[in-house]
Nanobody, 122 residues
Framework: QVQLVESGGGVVQPGGSLRLSCAVS????????IGWFRQAPGKGREGVSF????????QYADSVKGRFTISRDNRKNTMYLQMNSLRPEDTAIYYC???????????????WGQGTQVTVSS
């Protein structure tokens, strides 16, 4: 059974930074994709960033380009989302999800973590 566990959320002031982690377990195949999604109160789910475990190829939503960086540590089966220059509009529950291909389409991801809250407020 594939499991994903997010950590690293919290409260930060505008302009601050946080690093989210996504620990992946139960994956028996070598290549997969991890996506970070977020959902703010009253809004739909938004794809944020995506990475391939195979070659490290990445994608970013326009809203986070230049501020967020996704990375992987395959030895630890952990993916990271480094978030810098945070804005109040980044406030949301952040989820990591496992899929077979790197895409921003949430229906392509078959396993999801429980989410971690990120709040950007002064």
């Amino acid at each position: 059974q594939v499991q994903l566990v997010e950590s690293g959320g919290g409260v930060v002031q505008p302009g601050g930074s946080l690093r989210l982690s996504c620990a992946v377990s139960g994956v028996t195949w070598e290549y997969y994709a991890i996506g970070w999604f977020r959902q703010a109160p009253g809004k739909g789910r938004e794809g944020v960033s995506f990475i391939s475990s195979a070659d490290g190829s990445t994608q970013y939503a326009d809203s986070v380009k230049g501020r967020f960086t996704i990375s992987r540590d395959n030895r630890k089966n952990t993916m990271y989302l480094q978030m810098n220059s945070l804005r109040p509009e980044d406030t949301a529950i952040y989820y990591c999800a496992h899929g077979k291909i790197v895409t921003n389409m949430d229906f392509a991801y078959d396993y999801w973590g429980q989410g971690t809250q990120v709040t950007v407020s002064s």
